[in-house]
């Protein structure tokens, strides 16, 4: 049998998602209650600039977003970063986290 092939993400569903779950937050061109996101995959963890991060975010600071940690920070905030400032549960669903990242890879 041919070894299980990791499903890719889907960037339409994730600007959905996106949509309901991340932009009362988040957007690519400003920061809002959370940084803005543009070109956050393979960027640097609580780097950008005019953003006041918290200790526990700027605590990973010295890794970048690969889409492995960033399906960690989503799917649960408060493991990935203990004591971080982004109050959110986090996405239950990995096809929902793929779809996600599929998106933020977009912007
Ligand atoms: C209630 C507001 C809120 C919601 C909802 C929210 N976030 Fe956040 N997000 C934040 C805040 C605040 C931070 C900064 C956290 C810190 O400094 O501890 C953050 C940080 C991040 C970061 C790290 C950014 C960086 O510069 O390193 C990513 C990635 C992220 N959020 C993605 C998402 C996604 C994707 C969703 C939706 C599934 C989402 N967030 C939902 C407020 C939110």
Redesign the pocket.
């Given at each position: 049998m041919p070894p299980k092939k990791k499903v890719a993400g889907d960037a339409g569903k994730g600007e959905k998602?996106?949509k309901n779950?991340?932009a009362?937050?988040?957007s690519h061109t400003a920061h809002g209650?959370?940084?803005n996101?543009s070109s956050?995959v393979g960027?640097?963890?609580?780097?950008?600039e005019g953003?006041s991060?918290?200790a526990?975010?700027?605590g990973k600071a010295t890794t970048k977003?690969t889409e492995g940690n960033?399906d960690k920070?989503?799917k649960s905030?408060a493991d990935y970063?203990p004591g971080?400032?982004?109050?959110?549960a986090g996405?239950a669903n990995g096809k929902d986290r793929a779809d996600?990242i599929a998106y933020?890879k977009s912007k």
């Open positions: 998602l996106f779950l991340c009362v937050c988040h209650t959370g940084p996101l956050i960027g640097a963890v609580a780097a950008k953003f991060y918290s526990a975010l700027l977003w960033l920070w989503l905030p970063a971080n400032s982004m109050a959110f996405v996600l933020l």
